[in-house]
């Protein structure tokens, strides 16, 4: 059985396709097809508040594109999902619709909430029962949760994003509430323990070495950050081999996890390569048992 999410994020859309693997009473999940494309939907919505005629020509021609391969993949289930860059789009709805009609391809346009929910669901299947602050920071917006013993004790999502080029102002505002936040909710923490997610932070793991599972200290993030940012764009892609987007965003996206960690007196953090694609398929999965697909 193939299963298939459409993430579609602020800075990049990806295709994600993987086969069930059953073995006893438990099962995994194969990735058979993994797409990625940065079309930075973002780059329009937080500077003109909506998506413009060229990205949204490009965008649809992608969708298609992602149907294609669902198709050939003979894809039992799908799901396509949208964040905050269809979600503020002043055209975000109707792009939806006009994909729904002329593709066939339902889009979710998640709320901040629902966003969080399924990347949450996500990180559980990867961590213990201890103190967590989970961190998932994207083109458009911050999200947090603190977890303890499995469960969600609270959660907010911030305007603050790698992409997000807001009114200067409005944007201290959102720094000043984030950091407020951040160090009320975490104060009655004594061993709080951070959990990064998004393609930025997985990549300063990797670069930093790190074996799976295995946390990364702050010192250690720290110097890994220090040495991106002392490289060229260039350098970046040509020796630290970044993906032309990854290069130039990596920067504001590393501030927000680090200045994140120092309220919070966090000292490791662990990055379990996850994400909103994962919990879609986990999602999918558990719809597909209970047979209420949804076909293209």
């Known amino acids: 059985?193939?299963?298939?999410?459409?993430?579609?994020?602020?800075?990049?859309?990806?295709?994600?396709?993987?086969?069930?693997?059953?073995?006893?009473?438990?099962?995994?999940?194969?990735?058979?097809?993994?797409?990625?494309?940065?079309?930075?939907?973002?780059?329009?919505?937080?500077?003109?508040?909506?998506?413009?005629?060229?990205k949204e020509t490009q965008f649809i021609d992608l969708i298609r594109s992602f149907k294609t391969l669902i198709k050939s993949?003979?894809?039992?289930?799908?799901?396509?999902?949208?964040?905050?860059?269809?979600?503020?789009a002043s055209n975000g709805n109707d792009i939806a619709k006009k994909i729904k009609k002329e593709l066939g391809i339902q889009i979710d346009i998640l709320d901040g909430p629902g966003e969080s929910e399924i990347i949450f669901q996500a990180v559980l299947r990867r961590i213990d029962y201890r103190d967590y602050l989970h961190v998932e920071v994207g083109g458009g917006s911050t999200d947090l949760?603190?977890?303890?013993?499995?469960?969600?004790?609270?959660?907010?999502?911030?305007?603050?994003?790698?992409?997000?080029?807001?009114?200067?102002?409005?944007?201290?505002?959102?720094?000043?509430?984030?950091?407020?936040?951040?160090?009320?909710?975490?104060?009655?923490?004594?061993?709080?323990?951070?959990?990064?997610?998004?393609?930025?932070?997985?990549?300063?793991?990797?670069?930093?070495?790190?074996?799976?599972?295995?946390?990364?200290?702050?010192?250690?993030m720290t110097d890994v950050i220090h040495l991106i940012k002392n490289r060229t764009l260039e350098e970046r892609v040509n020796i630290l081999k970044l993906n032309p987007d990854r290069?130039?965003?990596?920067?504001?996206?590393?501030?927000?996890?680090?200045?994140?960690?120092?309220?919070?007196?966090?000292?490791?953090i662990v990055v379990p390569n996850v994400g909103l694609k994962e919990g879609i398929i986990q999602m999918l999965y558990s719809r597909v048992l209970t047979k209420e697909t949804v076909e293209i």
Not at 247 to 268: G, M, Q
């Open 247 to 268: 290069a130039e965003l990596i920067i504001p996206a590393s501030d927000i996890y680090l200045s994140i960690l120092r309220w919070a007196n966090i000292s490791k």
């Open 145 to 220: 949760n603190i977890i303890s013993n499995h469960k969600k004790v609270t959660s907010q999502s911030f305007n603050i994003g790698t992409l997000r080029q807001s009114d200067q102002k409005q944007n201290k505002e959102e720094w000043v509430n984030m950091r407020t936040w951040v160090k009320f909710k975490t104060k009655s923490y004594k061993e709080l323990l951070a959990i990064g997610t998004g393609g930025n932070i997985a990549k300063i793991y990797s670069l930093a070495n790190i074996k799976d599972n295995q946390h990364m200290s702050l010192n250690k």
């Open 73 to 88: 993949y003979e894809v039992q289930d799908y799901m396509a999902c949208a964040t905050s860059s269809l979600r503020e």
């Open 1 to 54: 059985m193939n299963l298939a999410a459409i993430d579609i994020g602020s800075n990049a859309v990806r295709l994600f396709i993987v086969r069930v693997i059953k073995e006893l009473n438990q099962h995994s999940f194969k990735t058979i097809e993994f797409v990625r494309v940065p079309m930075q939907l973002g780059e329009d919505v937080f500077n003109l508040g909506k998506i413009g005629p060229e």
